[in-house]
T-cell receptor
Framework: GESVGLHLPTLSVQEGDNSIINCAYS??????FIWYKQESGKGPQFIID?????DKRQGQRVTVLLNKTVKHLSLQIAATQPGDSAVYFC?????????????FGAGTRLAVHP | DTEVTQTPKHLVMGMTNKKSLKCEQHMGHRAMYWYKQKAKKPPELMFVYSYEKLSINESVPSRFSPECPNSSLLNLHLHALQPEDSALYLC?????????????FGSGTRLTVV
């Protein structure tokens, strides 16, 4: 199930189940959306990205869906494994003064139980 | 080499100290970034360097002073910090152009201001 902690919502799933992590973004002009995984004590690790003119992209065990109408992004993880336990952030690439910058969403902790 | 290396991994400093964080990459990326991350929060952009020039400063207090000596190195000089500046400081790099939008992050420097 899903719960909202003080700052970081948590999604708890059983090993082998599929996980869906959701994200709302803010800027309609963002051209790329990216999902990152962050394990404890490490920096964010790139998972998958999607261009704004696409609505779906698949990788290995992961699928990203983009709904521009409601500014919503989701990450689906198939057959979730204990090693998938981490904090997941969505990020949008925005342009400012001719330079691009990556702005992160709030994050979701994924807890995988055996 | 596909890594961003940050040193030191941990740093404890007093409010009157001067210290520097270092970041290095050898992927040929011409954009480099500093992010600040508080516990249970997403990374927040501080500075963007493009071709060794400061291109974005997200209204960061002057007690944080970035420097990009060459295309592989990025420093963050710290002076007269406050306890609330304690956080994980992340460095990242990326291509400036093309479709490679994924930023590569280092593991960060865990800073504690006492």
């Amino acid at each position: 199930g899903e719960s909202v902690g003080l700052h970081l919502p948590t999604l708890s799933v059983q090993e082998g189940d599929n996980s869906i992590i959701n994200c709302a973004y803010s800027n309609s002009a963002s051209d790329y959306f990216i999902w990152y995984k962050q394990e404890s004590g490490k920096g964010p690790q790139f998972i998958i990205d999607i261009r704004s003119n696409m609505d779906k992209r698949q990788g290995q065990r992961v699928t990203v869906l983009l709904n521009k109408t409601v500014k919503h992004l989701s990450l689906q993880i198939a057959a979730t494994q204990p090693g998938d336990s981490a904090v997941y952030f969505c990020a949008e690439r925005q342009f400012s003064g001719g330079y691009n910058k990556l702005i992160f969403g709030a994050g979701t902790r994924l807890a995988v139980h055996p | 080499d596909t890594e961003v290396t940050q040193t030191p991994k941990h740093l404890v400093m007093g409010m009157t100290n001067k210290k520097s964080l270092k970041c290095e990459q050898h992927m040929g990326h011409r954009a480099m970034y500093w992010y600040k991350q508080k516990a249970k929060k997403p990374p927040e952009l501080m500075f963007v360097y493009s071709y060794e020039k400061l291109s974005i400063n997200e209204s960061v207090p002057s007690r944080f002073s970035p420097e990009c000596p060459n295309s592989s190195l990025l420093n963050l000089h710290l002076h007269a910090l406050q306890p609330e500046d304690s956080a994980l400081y992340l460095c990242a790099s990326s291509q400036l152009y093309g479709t490679g939008v994924g930023y590569t992050f280092g593991s960060g420097t865990r800073l504690t201001v006492v």
